[in-house]
């Protein structure tokens, strides 16, 4: 059974140069709408045939997650305002909080699982939970899923 439909998300440290390349070929072309594939392929010292091959196969992770609802998981401390912070992050990112679960904090550390929803207004997912991650009292954040 053939399965080309399958779909992997992958850290970008995991993912080859020559798609990271056609990734940025396709920002290269989003950007500038005079600017030729042939110009934007060799100013990423990326061949033509490349692109073509591989150019509906990767996209940017924000960009597929559009309508869709992710579901992560953090661990924090447990310290007043800081959940109503990242709360915040996540509105300035213009995304839709659906669901949050905080366990109870054991060794004041709590964990919290949220489910939200990328608006089509959204902006990148990527940078807001590096975004989350450098904050104060945040040891981790992880997608756990996408619908």
Known sequence: MKDDNKYYVLRKKAVPEVLLKVVEV???LESDVNLSIQEATERMGLSRSSFYKY???????????????????MQMNDEPGLLSKVLKLIAEYNLNILTIHQAIPINGVATITMSIEVRPD??????MIDDIKSRQGIYSVNMLGSE
């Open 26 to 28: 396709k920002k290269l």
């Open 55 to 73: 150019k509906d196969d990767i996209f940017l992770f924000h960009d597929n997650a559009r309508g869709r609802t992710l579901t992560f998981v």
């Open 122 to 127: 959204a902006k990148d997912i990527s940078d």
